[in-house]
Nanobody
Framework: VQLQASGGGLVQAGDSLRLTCVAS?????????YGWFRQAPGKEREFVAV????????YYTDSVKGRFTISRDNAKNTLYLEMNSLKPEDTAVYYC??????????????????WGQGTLVTVSS
């Protein structure tokens, strides 16, 4: 399984970006969960947004609720993260991930064995 993330860049506060994660080797739908994590400089990797299989649930970290939207295109086997009203604190390397964590561990990176290479998002003030 390979995950290829793209779409990062340098933007100003208030701007929008859409991240894309193309999966190959296995369909996203075959995983229990798939989503996005991020790692800011000097900080640990943190959960951003995750979608459960068959769209049975979507989960966001509190700091991005109302600004970020996770979605999936089954035909393209692709995961997206639409990011609006970006803030400087959203600056990080964003990673897509897929795996089969149980629901109570859905926000833990340890539950995802498959990772994309990361795409850098920099938000200037």
């Amino acid at each position: 399984v390979q995950l290829q993330a793209s779409g990062g860049g340098l933007v100003q506060a208030g701007d929008s970006l859409r991240l894309t994660c193309v999966a190959s080797g296995r369909t996203l739908r075959s995983f229990r969960s798939y989503g996005w994590f991020r790692q800011a400089p000097g900080k640990e990797r943190e959960f951003v947004a995750v979608m459960r299989h068959s769209g049975s649930g979507v989960y966001y970290t509190d700091s991005v609720k109302g600004r970020f939207t996770i979605s999936r295109d089954n035909a393209k086997n692709t995961l997206y993260l639409e990011m609006n009203s970006l803030k400087p604190e959203d600056t990080a390397v964003y990673y897509c991930a897929a795996g089969d964590p149980i629901l109570s561990q859905i926000s833990a990176s340890e539950g995802y064995p498959y990772w994309g290479q990361g795409t850098l998002v920099t938000v200037s003030s």
